[in-house]
């Protein structure tokens, strides 16, 4: 018999219908402080994402690891700060989310996703689409390493920089090849003026603390989004109805990025076909927004 796994399973009137007390809170897990390349220092940039009503936020300056000792010293409001840094000398750059250590960055990169493993928290690979050749990390490196908790398919720096922001095409190469692997969207700030409030991860967290949070992450509890709502996701059997206020169009798409739905409108009700292995949606809002729901696996 065919099942369908997905992350909202627990969600609040979601697929088990079981009210599990938590909350939808947004973050983004990519922004740099003069420590590296950024440019403004980290309570600036603090104050900032914590002023715009993030829930949570990872510095992620260049191998230099933001933890507890730095985020001591800085103000943040009910706004939860995770540990972390981005690995990005020798080779693609990656985001090592909830990290205890600095992971050097070996040019085998595979031996810095063991490392990681190793360690606390995940890792994300960034940017894929970045640079003239829209290739900053080839899609065989991708194929290869393990583990990862996801791709960066938004990176709001990389739309005024060469190549492109989006990287949902390497995503649905990985999702068609047997990869569980979720979509992350991130600012990857460095100037105020141009990369804040561009791209956020919305995760559904029965708390705010670090470990729920990352937790949430980890399992793909969450959506990315450049600016949609996604109000509700239900799952009944073979059927899945994503409600997003203020989408004008969604799209259910299963491998290979194959579209086999839309509605115009901001509700989208599908049966899995029968051919499916995995579907994801994007709901399409005003302008270039979007929001990106995870896939959902076909079992059995
Ligand atoms: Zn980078
Ligand atoms: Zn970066």
Request: glycine share 10%; hydrophobic share 40%; net charge negative.
């Amino acid at each position: 018999m065919r099942t369908i796994t997905h992350p909202y399973a627990e969600l609040k009137g979601g697929a088990t219908g079981g009210a599990s007390g938590g909350e939808w809170v947004r973050g983004n897990l990519h922004a740099h402080t003069t420590a590296s390349d950024g440019s403004r220092p980290i309570q600036e940039v603090v104050s900032d994402y914590a002023a715009r009503g993030y829930g949570f936020l990872m510095i992620s300056d260049h191998d230099i690891l933001t933890g507890p000792d730095e985020y001591a010293r800085v103000t943040a409001g009910d706004m939860t700060l995770i540990p972390g840094n981005e690995v990005t000398k020798n080779g693609p750059h990656l985001l090592h989310v909830n990290a205890s250590r600095l992971i050097a960055p070996d040019p085998i990169r595979q031996n810095v996703f063991s490392a990681i493993a190793a360690d606390t928290g995940f890792a994300i690979v960034n940017h894929p689409n970045w640079l003239a050749d829209f290739n900053h990390c080839p899609i065989e490196r991708m194929r290869e390493w393990v583990p990862y908790a996801g791709l960066e398919i938004y990176n709001g720096t990389i739309g005024r920089l060469d190549g492109s922001p989006y990287a949902t095409n390497k995503w649905d190469l990985l999702l068609s090849a047997g990869r569980r692997v979720w979509g992350f969207a991130n600012d990857d700030s460095h100037l105020p003026e141009n990369d804040v409030e561009l791209g956020w991860n919305t995760v559904y967290t029965a708390d705010r603390s670090i470990e729920a949070i990352v937790d949430a992450l980890a399992r793909g509890r969450f959506y990315a989004s450049t600016g949609v709502t996604i109000e509700s996701i239900e799952v009944e059997d073979d059927t899945i109805r994503v409600v997003a206020p203020n989408a004008e169009k969604i799209v259910a798409l299963m491998q290979v990025g194959r579209r086999f739905a839309e509605t115009r409108g901001n509700s989208i009700e599908v049966r899995v076909p029968e051919n499916a292995q995995y579907v994801r949606f994007e709901c399409w809002g005003a302008g270039e927004s979007f929001a990106w729901t995870q896939p959902f696996f076909v079992e059995g």
